[in-house]
Structure formats: C-alpha cells, structure tokens
C-alpha cells in the first residue's frame, strides 16, 4: 500500500535560515509527488509537483524540492524562510488513480 | 466563483443524525474527491469521481458514509447515524481530468463537521 511519511512534525526557524523538511514515500510503482501547504485559516494549496522530468523541481515562493528515486525521497527546501512561511506543510503521493496519500504534516513557524 | 466552494463552512450535529455536506467543484472539472482532515488521522482519502460515477470509494470508513455525483457538477457527502469520531474537516477538490493525468487538485476551504 502507499504510504507518506515526514519526519519532521515540528519546525521552528528564525527568517533566513534555510529550511528542508523530509518526505519518504512507499510504493511499487510510477508516483506523482506533491507538497502542499495550508497557511493559517487558509485551505490546502499546491506548492509544486513532480510528475517526470528533472527530478529538481520549483515551485511557488521559492520552493523547490528534488525526487531522488533510489531514496524514495522528495524533500522539501527553501534557501531562506520568511516569517509569512509560516504554515503546515504536506507531502503527497498518487499513484494511477490520481487519489492523493498526505504525509502527517509538518508545522513550520518562522520567528523574526 | 473560480474556486472549490463547500457548503455549510461549519456543522454541528448530535451524535445519531444524519448530516449533508455539498461541494461545487470548479465548473469543468471532470474529477472530484472527498478528503478528510482529523486530528487523529491526518489528510485521508474518501472517495473520488470521474464524471457522476466513482470508481474509488476505497477511503470510506464505514457503510454509514455515502457520496454522489450529479450532472458531473456538484458532490452531496451523507455521514448517516453521526457518531463522535465522525468530527473532522471534510475537504472536496477538483482536477480537470483522472486516471493518471498530470492534473492538479484545487481543495475547497472544507467543512468542519462537529459531533456532539
């Protein structure tokens, strides 16, 4: 079965410093990846996706996040935080049936 | 409008009734799924559909939960006989297309269902 798994439940930063926050997926065959994230009192909105191609992907607001396929990783980073990055971020998987399999979740609070 | 809307934002309920949520997917969109986001569970799957019918209904965890489409357009989430753990926020997207398309999923703002 397809499963996501973050690591990280839990970041704090102060603005500026760099962030990469991990994702391990499970499953046996082509996967689409996705992280997304949901701003406070905001609904969930797509950050970037990996589909084929360049496995270094960009996204929105700087982010960027690589697929390594021999690690079955898509981790997530950003050179340097703003505090307006302040979010809940989650990693994604699908598979054929396009259903979407999140991670738990990763809170991410940027200090000034 | 040109996003997902769900309706209502907010619903409590007592244990045992039966509850609606609605979701209007972006007009044109062919795909529709049912989301789920608990603090216990996480973002789960519910169920998905191509046009009005759902091929996937995998995600749904007990009989007393059902969805249908009409005219390809908007979705009607029934949780029969609520019952506490029922409580969560229920999310609807869309995407233009399934199936393994590269198609991004555009979530609605949700439902927070509360069970009393």
């Known amino acids: 079965a397809q499963s996501v798994s973050q690591h990280n439940h839990h970041v704090i930063l102060s603005e500026a410093a760099s962030l990469e926050l991990g994702c391990n997926y499970s499953?046996?065959?082509?996967?689409?990846l996705f992280w997304y994230v949901q701003y406070p009192g905001q609904h969930l909105q797509l950050l970037l996706k990996?589909?084929?191609?360049?496995?270094l992907v960009k996204g929105i607001k700087g982010f960027e996040a690589e697929f390594i396929k021999s690690k079955f990783s898509f981790n997530l980073r950003k050179p340097s935080v703003q505090w307006s990055d302040t979010a809940e971020y989650f990693c994604?998987?699908?598979?054929?049936?396009?259903?979407?399999?999140f991670g738990t979740g990763t809170r991410l609070q940027v200090f000034p | 409008g040109a996003g997902v809307s769900q309706s209502p934002s907010n619903k409590v309920t007592e244990k045992g009734k039966d509850v609606e949520l609605r979701c209007d997917p972006i007009?044109?969109?062919?795909?529709l799924y049912w989301y789920r986001q608990s603090l216990g569970q996480g973002l789960e799957f519910l169920i998905y559909?191509?046009?009005?019918?759902?091929?996937?209904k995998s995600g749904l965890p007990s009989d007393r939960f059902s969805a249908e489409r009409t005219g390809g357009s908007v979705s009607t989430l029934t949780i029969q006989r609520t019952q506490q753990e029922d409580s969560a926020v229920y999310l609807c997207?869309?995407?233009?297309?399934?199936?393994?398309?590269?198609?991004?999923?555009?979530f609605g703002p949700g439902t927070r269902l509360t069970v009393t």
């Open positions: 997207a869309s995407s233009l297309a399934a199936g393994g398309s590269s198609y991004e999923q555009y």
């Open positions: 499953y046996g065959g082509t996967v689409n």
């Open positions: 990996y589909f084929s191609g360049d496995p």
């Open positions: 994604a998987v699908s598979g054929f049936t396009d259903k979407l399999i």
């Open positions: 007009s044109g969109h062919t795909a």
């Open positions: 559909f191509q046009g009005n019918s759902a091929p996937d």
